[in-house]
């Protein structure tokens, strides 16, 4: 059973995968910032070539056949580059800097592979660090389906017309999980045997300033874990999670920029930043003079982020005046 369950190709898993929404290398952090909010998509990728909008009144041209995807682009990567602190005095300049700027110098985050390609060769290449696996779509039926199911991805033309998906880890390990039977006796072995708990976690005193989490953020977002929040003592308090900060929007680097980490994670954690907060983070801005954070954020009152991980229900959504300036 084991055996036929590996022998499943890769494309068993983008049934039902929309297609990616992509930008240029060439494009600026602010058209990456406007595709991130206008979509229902937490990523984009980022391919090494142009390429056309489907949706285009144009036809779409031929591109070349090196056309490559080179990593992926979160509203996390954006927030943390606002909060460095050669940014924060003039955020709408940091946006015109070109999406190189954000990418991950880490090697084979993303990874090509083709339909074809076994389920075997694609765990091996998620054990060697791939976070992504962009996979060509090729069936032409199938994509119709997929561009009906996602009204709201608008998906990207690439070289010889093809569109693409991409598979995460989460995909191949959901897949193994429908079969977790199959590995038995290891689903009941527990989590501590299995060897997979790390104690190298990376923390941030409560009463630090949040600013000084800004590298630990973004480390965390390439590892797939969090920071930490300790205590004195080192006891853990909390979390800053960039699974959080993916469904902010940039107005949390003004929150980062201002207060301590404690503060931060009562910020983006409670469905809504308290009012109490919000007028601390307002005071501490003028206070150092950062007009242009405030100015372009407007954190007086509609620009209020809602970091609720999409996890209230729509009754709750509609009825929180916390979501008027979420990302959906």
């Known amino acids: 059973m084991a055996a ?19 930008l240029s290398i060439s494009a600026t952090i602010r058209h990456a910032l406007t595709a991130l909010k206008s979509s229902d998509d937490t ?32 509203m ?34 993303v990874r090509h592979v083709e339909p074809s390609s076994s389920l075997i060769e694609a765990i091996d290449l998620i054990i060697d660090g791939a976070q992504n696996l962009v996979v060509p779509i090729k069936n032409k039926t199938l994509k119709r389906k997929q561009l009906c199911q996602y009204p709201s991805t608008t998906p990207t033309i690439h070289s010889s017309s093809r ?36 104690t190298d976690i990376l923390t941030i005193n409560y ?45 949390v680097a003004a929150a980062i920029t201002t207060l301590s980490a404690g503060e ?3 910020y983006v954690d409670c469905g809504g930043p308290p009012e109490d907060v919000i007028k601390v983070v307002e005071a501490r801005l003028k206070e150092r003079n950062l007009t242009g954070m ?24 509609a009825s929180s005046p916390a979501n008027t300036g979420s990302r959906r």
Not at 180 to 185: A, D, E, H, Q, V
């Open 4 to 22: 036929r369950l590996l022998s499943h190709e890769v494309s068993d898993l983008c049934l039902g995968k929309p297609p990616l929404r992509s």
């Open 43 to 74: 990523h984009i990728s980022i391919w090494t070539c142009n390429h056309h909008n489907s949706t285009s009144d144009h036809h779409p041209q031929l591109i070349h056949d090196d056309c490559r995807c080179v990593g992926k682009i979160c």
């Open 76 to 109: 996390v990567d954006i927030i943390c580059y606002l909060s460095k602190q050669d940014n924060i005095s003039s955020p709408s300049s940091a946006l015109k800097s070109p999406l190189s700027t954000l990418l991950s110098h880490v090697p084979g985050v």
């Open 163 to 198: 569109e693409f998906c991409w598979l995460t880890q989460e995909d191949v390990i959901r897949f193994f999980l429908s079969s977790i039977g199959l590995f038995s006796p290891t689903a009941a072995y527990s989590i501590e045997s299995l060897g997979i708990i790390t």
């Open 207 to 251: 009463h630090s300033p949040a600013a000084k989490a800004v590298d630990a953020i973004s480390t965390s977002l390439t590892d797939q874990t969090s920071v930490a929040v300790v205590d004195d003592d080192g006891v853990l308090i909390g979390e800053i999670s960039p699974f959080t900060l993916i469904y902010c929007d940039e107005t």
């Open 264 to 266: 931060l994670m009562a």
């Open 294 to 317: 405030l100015e372009k954020f407007s954190i007086y009152s509609t620009g209020i982020p809602d970091c609720n991980n999409n996890s209230s229900s729509d009754d709750e959504t």
